[in-house]
């Protein structure tokens, strides 16, 4: 966008070939061809996708690709930070990994149900869902009928049509969506016969299908601030603000460091003040005493429930933190 006095725009990691290109291919290519001439550039890494499905997310093989991922980012920023001296970066996944626990054949039923394809109805079976086109007024019905009682999904009824923004495409994407529940693996289907072993694709809602969404900025404020939950549509206008462009009037309002809510994290669920007195003075004695044990310790690791904050604190007959201090 010239008018924008922009003259450069460095986008990696777009495929051209019918061999794949590795993460550490697209972060070398970066890493060359990043100078000060951009003032945007865009750097897709896939590994760790492939793992997830291929392995699951808790497998050894996805937490190699996480630390392989986690080191080529580092090399990224590094090499940006020498260049400009500080910069904007948005790190974000498009999904996150659903451990498979069950798959369900879907298919079979509809290829029995009588429904002839392209003249009753259509469907699109996907891995974590179908879409239906009704061509006949019965052919809902029978659709309808044959999954009323799956326990391994749900139609999409008006509520979830508004809340996925559903209402708002162009029907010509279904007539009518059945969605799985979380790990739940619809196979075979349209992409093929062999399940995965993670997924995504499921209700937003669902933790585990929700991506990771990292804004640092290095040269504001340090305090962590929490972003809460970011609709990827959000994303086109953050990236405009963080480079400095107008955002269109009509567009959903980016995410702006400083005015996210500084985060306020609890060692307990129910954060009441006395638990969390306690757990910290706990906490400083363990610093302590390590510290006099191991006067050139570098770091102490506190395992157990902290970081979720899921500490229990029973209350009688005194207050006392339960099996955490690990």
């Keep these: 966008q010239a008018e924008d006095g922009i003259r450069d725009v460095a986008v990696t990691g777009v495929q051209t070939c019918a061999l794949p290109i590795s993460d550490r291919a697209i972060a070398a290519k970066a890493l060359a061809g990043i100078d000060t001439s951009q003032r945007f550039a865009f750097v897709h890494l896939s590994a760790l ?59 079979s039923p509809l290829t029995r149900s009588g429904l002839r394809f392209g003249r009753d109805a ?6 974590t869902g179908i ?8 052919a809902r019905t029978v659709v309808r009928r044959l999954f009323a009682d799956a326990d391994y999904g749900r139609f999409l009824e008006h509520d979830d049509w508004k809340r996925f923004g559903l209402d708002r495409c162009d029907r010509r994407n279904a007539d009518d969506y059945f969605l799985a529940h979380p790990g739940v693996v619809l196979s075979p289907n349209f992409f093929g016969a062999k399940p995965p072993q993670g997924m995504h694709g499921y209700d937003p809602a669902c933790p585990d299908n929700q991506g990771a969404f990292i804004y640092w900025d290095s040269s504001a404020i340090t305090q962590p601030r929490s972003a809460g939950v970011v609709a990827a549509r959000r994303l086109y206008t953050t990236m405009l603000h963080a480079c400095g462009l107008a955002v269109p009037d009509a567009a959903p309002p980016p995410v702006v460091v400083t005015d996210c809510e500084p985060e306020s994290p609890t060692f307990t669920l129910a954060a009441q003040p006395s638990h969390e007195a306690l757990v910290s003075h706990d906490l400083l004695r363990i610093v302590r005493g390590v510290r006099e044990a191991v006067p050139d310790c570098e770091a102490i690791a506190l395992l157990g429930s902290f970081g979720r904050g899921e500490v229990v604190v029973r209350d009688e007959p005194q207050l006392r933190a339960v099996n955490d201090y690990d």
């Design 131 to 138: 879409r239906f086109w009704y061509l006949t007024s019965e």
């Design 122 to 127: 259509g469907y699109f079976v996907d891995a």
């Design 49 to 107: 996708d492939a793992a997830g499905h291929g392995y699951g997310p808790g497998s050894r093989e996805t937490q190699d690709a996480l630390d392989d991922t986690d080191r080529l980012v580092e090399g990224l920023v590094a090499h940006c930070r020498r260049v400009w001296g500080s910069l904007r970066l948005i790190a974000f996944g498009d999904h996150g990994m659903v451990p498979v626990v069950r798959t369900v054949d879907a298919l």
